[in-house]
């Protein structure tokens, strides 16, 4: 089965930068479309952008101009660029394709601090 490996997380003061990469295992990934999404305590997790296998972004409205999505499929990693960070950012960030296929990884803590 594939698995799936977040990193890049921490904290970081509003207006800063991080940047995750998630490596996946297996041969897999360049097929699929592949998405990253978040969950706050006490809230759904939410989609936060998503990459099809061709390339074709869609950037979730509450980060859109801040938060970009890219892979790249020879190393089979998908990266999500997170520009000025706000704290309503804050949440455990995962990868998995849009129709949840791998198994889930234990995601990365991101947290932003006013």
């Known amino acids: 089965q594939v698995q799936l490996v977040e990193s890049g997380g921490g904290l970081v003061q509003a207006g800063g930068s991080l940047r995750l990469p998630c490596a996946s295992s297996?041969?897999?990934?360049?097929?699929?479309?592949m998405g990253w999404y978040r969950q706050a305590p006490g809230k759904r997790r939410e989609l936060v952008a998503r990459i099809s296998s061709d390339g074709s972004i869609i950037v979730a409205v509450p980060v859109a101009g801040r938060f970009t999505i890219s892979r790249d499929n020879a190393k089979s990693i998908l990266y999500l660029q997170m520009n000025n960070l706000k704290p309503e950012d804050t949440a455990l960030y995962c990868c998995?394709?849009?129709?949840?296929?791998?198994?889930w990884g234990q995601g990365t803590q991101v947290t932003v601090s006013s």
């Open positions: 998995n394709t849009v129709d949840f296929r791998f198994k």
């Open positions: 297996g041969s897999t990934f360049r097929r699929n479309d």
